[in-house]
């Protein structure tokens, strides 16, 4: 998650007083000690008791977990930050919002001690009760208000619409989660943007909401906005109570104009990056994005109206199991990439990649191995050339020094013309690894594959061969040339090779042996070239 600063913390000995404005260097630590100073008649106000404070700033952060008797209100003309420092900030009042940011009112909401734990579970304080309210049960910025979520959740609140989060100012989600969320009436589960307001989400997570009608993680409507550039919106759910219909497991955009003048009054969503997945609408209201036309005289021209409203990125993706009515055209993330069919000389091969989010392949072309004609009508097979020397941090450093698994992977790398490829995923490869591209392009293609513990071990020096295949299953340099062969398209056994060179399995390859190595092995290769060439 981004973090964009940090609170200092000067102890629980600060009182929170009306209208004190806080010293720029420190933040005021709230606790449940001093919640009866800023607790009010209407409601708890941040930096002033409303008779004033317009221009002041105020800076806070949670010293535990603080229980709120009503709505903490986010006065006109006030700028406040909050670090809830993984403490909760709980309403424990029969009703009403979290926390109200009025018009004027500004809020960064942040939590500096967030963390993902071992299985990328996002921990964090948060922002819950919120109940039995209209609009926005965790959050609720009024027009003309101003949020910004850097860090933290907004997570178990329920309204009637907005269940995490209503927004009808600005609100600017740049990381932290909205998750568990839900609405009792209408739309938006864990956010609703309406009254022609704009959310912009940067980062973060919208994930396991529920919508009694549309828009299980985020409704669009009343000429709203909505530009995702990244982050993810998943698992949200509309589970069909209210009407025959509900639209938009993930997202619902409403599609309409007005029905006296005809004025298209339809909201925006642009999607830039990010992911919308696992997301389901029970009643067949398209699981992942929806629009939806609420009055019947726009019903006929509303495809034609969504094409004007709804813009997505092919960046972006898009995998939620569609196929019914009002839904956007998925668009998935291919992984796993693997060859089906390897390219040989003058033949194209293909390989085929798996959705990431489900079950959906897909299929990509293997230019043909270089050659060129001759007289007996078939190809020849490329030139082999093994240089005396291999280029690492723009030096040319002889063959004649230690040899790394990473240097080998890089030969053969180079012998392939240099391919431009995804940098690998192998944990302990820097993205600034001399060979990052070349050890990306060689797990690409099947050369290189993970260790027992899921590493490349790319400065490691790299041995002859490997006897016993059940005790080193990836093998060593013997390996690394069995699936070069395999990627070209030849049946070659490496092993023979050694045996013919000499030496013990696991030896370490210098770099004058390597040279030996290689030569011999691009000599059988081109040979085995030319027998199928012929």
Request: proline share 3%; charged share 25%; hydrophobic share 35%.
């Amino acid at each position: 998650m981004k973090k964009f600063g940090k609170i200092l913390s000067v102890g629980l000995s600060l009182a929170l007083c009306a209208g004190m404005i806080a010293p720029a260097f420190a933040a005021q630590v709230l606790d449940n000690s001093n919640k009866g100073q800023f607790i009010g008649s209407n409601g708890a106000l941040l930096g002033h008791d409303g008779s004033g404070g317009r221009g002041d700033r105020y800076d806070y952060e949670l010293g535990e977990s603080l229980e709120l008797e009503k709505t903490l209100v986010i006065g006109a003309g006030v700028a406040a930050s909050i670090d809830l420092k993984g403490n909760d900030l709980k309403h424990t009042g029969a009703t009403g919002s979290v926390i109200t940011i009025e018009n004027g009112g500004e809020l960064e909401l942040d939590d500096t001690a967030a963390e993902e734990d071992e299985n990328g579970n996002y921990i964090a304080g948060s922002v819950v009760g919120g109940k039995n309210t209209f609009e926005g049960g965790g959050v609720y910025v009024k027009q003309g208000g101003a949020f910004d979520l850097k860090g933290g959740k907004i997570s178990g609140n329920q309204a009637q619409v907005g269940g995490g989060v209503a927004n009808r100012g600005v609100f600017n989600m740049y990381g932290g989660e909205i998750s568990d969320n839900k609405t009792t009436a209408y739309d938006g589960g864990g956010v609703i943007v309406w009254g022609q307001s704009t959310f912009n989400m940067y980062d973060g997570k919208i994930t396991r909401n529920e919508a009694y009608g549309d828009g299980g993680g985020v409704a669009l409507t009343n000429q709203s906005t909505f530009n995702m550039y990244d982050g993810e919106i998943s698992y949200n759910k509309v589970p069909g109570k209210q009407k025959p219909n509900n639209n938009g497991g993930g997202i619902a955009v409403e599609i309409t104009a007005n029905i006296d003048t005809g004025e298209d009054t339809s909201s925006d969503f642009t999607m830039y990056g990010g992911s919308i997945i696992h997301n389901e609408a029970v009643d067949k209201g398209s699981n992942g994005i929806s629009f939806y036309a609420p009055y019947e005289d726009v019903n006929e021209s509303k495809n034609e109206l969504a094409k004007l409203h709804i813009k997505i990125n092919d960046d972006a993706v898009i995998c939620n199991g569609d196929g019914e009515n009002g839904m956007v055209e998925e668009q998935h993330e291919f992984v796993n990439w693997h060859v089906t069919i390897p390219a040989k000389v003058g033949v194209e091969g293909e390989e085929t990649g798996t959705c990431a989010h489900c079950t959906a392949t897909a299929t990509r072309p293997i230019p043909a191995l270089e050659g060129e004609e001759n007289n007996g009508g078939g190809m020849t097979p490329p030139a082999i050339d093994t240089p005396d020397t291999v280029e690492i941090e723009d030096e040319a450093v002889p063959l004649a020094g230690l040899f790394t698994r990473a240097d080998a992977i890089g030969y053969l790398w180079q012998q392939s013309g240099e391919p431009e490829a995804e940098l690998s995923t192998f944990e302990d490869v820097p993205e600034d690894h001399v060979w990052a591209v070349a050890i990306g392009w060689a797990q690409d293609m099947g050369i290189a594959v993970a260790d027992q513990e899921g590493n490349f071990r790319p400065d490691d020096l790299v041995l002859r061969w490997v006897e016993d295949h059940e005790v080193e299953p990836e093998g060593e340099l013997e390996e690394f040339l069995n699936r070069y062969a395999e990627f070209a398209g030849i049946e070659l056994d490496a092993d023979e090779l050694f045996v013919e060179l000499g030496g013990e399995p696991t030896d370490i390859v210098m770099g004058e042996d390597a040279q030996v190595i290689f030569d011999s092995f691009f000599a059988k290769l081109e040979e085995a070239l030319e027998d199928q060439a012929a």
